[in-house]
């Protein structure tokens, strides 16, 4: 026992000694004054649950005691791998994807809403293995709609804005979506 009170009393004493003879090092660099730029993007997410291939999975959903029919129902947790095509057509070139997931938060169903968390990467064209990040609240049921763009990479770096949303497509039984954004990008 004393052998052990011993023990830890050195350690204490080493732990205490040790910040009086460590070193703390840091660098400040005066920020670079860079044009900060606005970028308006525009493109179509497709967002299909249904099929042989869906972009979008459900991977948890809340023990329900009530009877929810809808495909997305209150508390659903979805992964996505959705499509970023420059227009609303299946067959319209795909400019990049959407990769995250959204959560089913609201318990109205009349009242629709999701949290989104997902990165928008590009894969073709100027902005090719650039990025952005929502993560926000998305009120599916208004027509018009804005989510916060919270970061970015490549040639967003540091990117915040925002994007209107405005659904071009869905398909209430299967929860298949076609949504429209127009994005505003603040980035260096």
């Known amino acids: 026992m004393e052998e052990?009170?011993?023990?830890?009393?050195?350690?204490?004493?080493?732990?205490?000694i040790a910040p009086v003879y460590g070193?703390?090092?840091?660098?400040?660099?005066t920020s670079s004054s860079k044009v900060e730029k606005v970028t308006n993007l525009h493109f179509f997410l497709h967002d299909t649950l249904s099929g042989?291939?869906?972009?979008?999975?459900?991977?948890?959903?809340?023990?329900?005691?009530?009877?929810?029919?809808?495909?997305?129902?209150?508390?659903?947790?979805?992964?996505?791998?959705?499509?970023l095509r420059v227009g609303p057509e299946p067959t319209s070139k795909i400019i990049g994807n959407a990769q995250g997931?959204?959560?089913?938060?609201s318990q109205d169903a009349s009242k629709f809403t999701i949290v989104l968390y997902a990165?928008?990467?590009?894969t073709?064209?100027?902005?090719?293995?650039?990025?952005?990040?929502?993560?926000?609240?998305?009120?599916?049921?208004?027509?018009?709609?804005e989510v916060a763009i919270v970061g970015g990479r490549g040639r967003f770096r540091m990117a915040r804005g925002f994007a209107h949303i405005k659904t071009s497509y869905f398909n209430a039984t299967t929860g298949d979506a076609i949504l429209h954004y127009?994005?505003?990008l603040y980035h260096y």
């Open 4 to 16: 052990q009170l011993i023990f830890a009393w050195a350690m204490i004493f080493c732990i205490a």
């Open 23 to 29: 070193e703390y090092y840091s660098k400040t660099v």
């Open 101 to 105: 997931m959204y959560l089913s938060s």
């Open 52 to 83: 042989e291939n869906p972009s979008a999975v459900l991977v948890a959903r809340a023990n329900l005691t009530r009877k929810d029919h809808s495909p997305v129902p209150f508390g659903s947790l979805f992964a996505i791998d959705d499509p």
């Open 119 to 122: 990165d928008f990467a590009f």
């Open 124 to 145: 073709t064209g100027k902005f090719k293995g650039s990025s952005f990040s929502i993560f926000s609240r998305n009120p599916v049921t208004e027509a018009k709609r």
């Open 182 to 184: 127009k994005v505003t």
